[in-house]
């Protein structure tokens, strides 16, 4: 618990933007830097879905709904992820989680830990 804290979500009108971050206060830079970082999102009513991933190389991943609006970055030395979100729209509206898995190749102890989650409303 604790592991990773999300921000940056809120309302915000059709075609704005906003930026959401992560943090993982309680991991070592090293650990973090061998943890792949995701985005997920859930709307009232549906199962969680996959957003964005980030690798530990760096490699980005995206759903077809978001592809060219969304944007998966991350600074290691910060232990932090974030997720651009640009030209929003009504049907981003969802509760945005962070997940952190371990890299299969890591030499720590795995770990799989998710946020707490993050309220996005776009609506005018």
């Known amino acids: 618990q604790g592991q990773l804290v999300e921000s940056g979500g809120g309302l915000v009108p059709p075609g704005g933007s906003l930026r959401l971050s992560c943090v993982a206060p309680r991991m070592i830079t090293s650990v973090y830097n061998t943890y792949n970082m995701k985005w997920y999102r859930q709307a009232p009513g549906q199962q969680r879905e996959l957003v964005a991933s980030?690798?530990?190389?760096?490699?980005?991943d995206y759903v077809d709904s978001v592809k060219g609006r969304f944007t998966i970055s991350r600074n290691n030395s910060l232990k932090k992820v974030f997720l651009q979100m640009n030209d929003l729209k009504p049907e981003d509206t969802a509760v945005y989680y962070c997940r952190a898995q371990s890299s299969p190749d890591s030499a720590y102890m795995p770990g799989d830990y998710w946020g707490q989650g993050t309220q996005v409303t776009v609506s005018s």
């Open positions: 980030i690798s530990t190389s760096g490699t980005t």
